[in-house]
């Protein structure tokens, strides 16, 4: 058996999502290549190469591909794809962007958002917002499935030396441009990939309060999250949204700050090792699934637990 | 210019859904239905292009068993102007409703085609990216924002670094985010006038469409539970139950 693995990476090096989906490719068996595609990539496809247990890296390297666009990186992964039986991406905006049209062009199902690979065509997902799992058997000969990447511990990203193998083939479906990006920029780990994530929600009450957060964040090495309705207000831009639709989070700590735990956020984060709720109302749902609780006004607590850090 | 929406019965967004005991499937017995949330943000935009001026005519598409016709009823009534019902059994699968919507878009011809990003039930985020393979059109998933300039559709899209704009050429797909915009409650008086719009009923068959299932459902189960955690007393034993017990900070 052999898989794809689609890459997410910035063209310069490797995003840690990448190396979830490897190890959820190890857990297929079998052979494993990466395909990289962007624009002046090599940066990346060497990364891609040291990824432990890679068999080549095959970098597509054309103007392209290199803001990712759906229309013509997909009609490069099914022309790739021909050689493989998996084609696995993670989950991310790219991966979900992506392998649809991939799936839709090789005429076979695509198995979304997996958390288990339960043998070589049966998989888990979470379905209705995470409240049911299910487990699903697909018949298509080739399979399409992207990765749910806080299910699957990351493969190691050192002590592979895979040869890197360029892809010539062109494919530009001329059907779309980029023009612009507004990219948050920050010092503090990925919200995906923290190990400590602290989130902020309608009880923050405006944007300027979510500083409380930060003095915490810049003491603890946390990414810094929000619920839905404090993205919606305004308070902090759409990336920061963890939930259903927004990110996926499963880091050791999880603090959650005027949150009240709709089902739509816990779906988001409930796979967190460790929660704390702080919430003024103690009937908030978010206490029940918090492993500690703790009933305050958050103004009069986050300057006291940042000091006692 | 014409544009297509496309809309699901799902269950309502506020009902915590259960797999049955025996684990066959999800508990939908005497559950609320609702449009999907996402294609009400769909429906939504098209209706606010219209009020622009820049869309003249809205048609809507649902794929389902005849009770999905309340769902697009709902979408008439926020001001779609005639409802299209693809008469399915069963769930179809991704694949096979952007199939059935290639089908709907071949006889329409809609400049625009705009669809939630993802349904609520399935969570699977796939139908507009498929039908944009499948029709040869650009797509514009998770829009926070769309406008369109003569023959172009400028996207912004919500992704995982921030925010994203691109252009694409006319006829396009654009799937909804949460922050496109905030669907309107249909008034009485619109709900009335809703159930004399037309809505005819087309088959697979009359598409050439064949309904053929890639992915079966095994067996479906609830998620761990999280055990019951504790109350703390304050900030101090917050901090210690994490050094300490916890063991998560230091």
Do not use: W
């Not at chain 1, 190890?26 to 040291?50: F, M, W």
């Not at chain 1, 247990?53 to 022309?79: F, P, R």
């Not at chain 1, 962007?97 to 799936?103: E, F, H, I, K, L």
């Not at chain 1, 207000?233 to 880091?251: E, L, S």
């Amino acid at each position: 058996m052999k898989t794809l693995v689609i890459a997410e990476h910035d063209n310069t090096s490797i995003k840690p999502a990448t190396l979830n989906a490897v190890a959820a490719a190890q857990a297929l068996g079998g052979d494993i290549d990466i395909l990289v595609a962007g624009e002046n990539c090599s940066g990346a496809a060497t990364e891609a190469a040291a990824i432990a247990g890679i068999g080549k890296v095959l970098s597509a390297d054309n103007g392209a591909y290199g803001h990712q666009l759906a229309e013509n990186v997909s009609l490069l992964i099914a022309d790739v794809a021909a050689g493989y039986d998996n084609v696995v991406a993670p989950a991310t905006t790219n991966g979900k962007n992506t392998m649809p049209r991939v799936a839709a062009l090789l005429d076979v199902a695509q198995i979304s958002d997996i958390i288990s690979v339960e043998s070589a065509d049966t998989f888990t997902r979470p379905i209705y917002a995470g409240n049911v799992i299910a487990t699903v058997q697909s018949a298509d000969a080739k399979k399409v499935i992207t990765v749910r990447t806080t299910a699957f511990d990351a493969a190691p990203a050192e002590g592979g030396s895979a040869s890197v193998e360029a892809v010539a083939a062109v494919h530009d479906a001329g059907l779309s441009t980029f023009v612009s990006e507004e990219v948050a920029e920050s010092d503090r780990p990925e919200l995906t990939a923290a190990s400590v994530v602290i989130s902020g929600g309608r009880g923050m009450q405006n944007g300027d309060n979510f500083k409380l957060l930060e003095g915490i964040a810049d003491k603890l090495g946390a990414a810094i999250g929000a619920s839905r309705a404090a993205v919606d207000a305004g308070f902090v831009p759409n990336d920061y949204q963890v939930g259903q639709t927004g990110k996926i989070v499963a880091p050791d700590l999880y603090i959650a700050v005027g949150i009240s735990g709709a089902i739509q956020h816990l779906a988001g984060m409930k796979d967190s090792k460790v929660i704390v709720a702080i919430n003024k109302d103690e009937d908030a749902p978010i206490f029940q699934v918090a492993d500690y609780g703790l009933v305050a006004d958050l103004f009069a607590a986050l300057p006291e637990f940042e000091a006692a850090l | 210019m014409k544009a297509l929406v496309a809309v699901k019965r799902v269950v309502d967004y506020n009902v915590k859904v259960r797999a049955k005991s025996d684990g066959s499937d999800v508990e939908l017995n005497n559950v609320k239905m609702a449009i999907n949330p996402f294609c009400e943000i769909a429906v939504e935009e098209a209706v606010r292009l219209k009020e622009a001026g820049t869309v003249s005519e809205i048609v809507v598409v649902s794929v389902g068993d005849k009770a999905c016709q309340e769902q697009i009823r709902t979408a008439l009534a926020l001001g779609a102007d005639r409802g299209i019902h693809v008469e399915v059994v069963g769930r179809p699968e991704p694949l096979e409703v952007a199939k059935l919507l290639k089908g709907v878009v071949a006889k329409e011809e809609p400049q625009l085609v705009i669809l939630g990003k993802q349904s609520i039930d399935g969570d699977n985020n796939q139908t507009g990216q498929m039908l944009g393979a499948l029709a040869g059109m650009p797509q514009g998933t998770f829009a926070s924002e769309i406008k369109i300039d003569g023959d172009k559709l400028n996207v912004t899209r919500e992704v995982d670094g921030g925010l994203q704009t691109l252009s694409l050429s006319l006829p396009a797909i654009v799937t909804t985010d949460l922050r496109l915009n905030e669907p309107r409650y249909a008034s009485l008086p619109n709900i009335m006038k809703a159930k004399k719009k037309p809505l005819d009923v087309t088959t697979p068959a009359d598409l050439g469409v064949e309904i053929k299932p890639h992915v079966t459902q095994l067996s479906v189960a609830p998620p761990p539970e999280r055990s019951a955690g504790i109350k703390v007393e304050d900030v101090a034993q917050l901090v210690d139950k994490l050094k300490n017990e916890a063991k998560v900070i230091s």
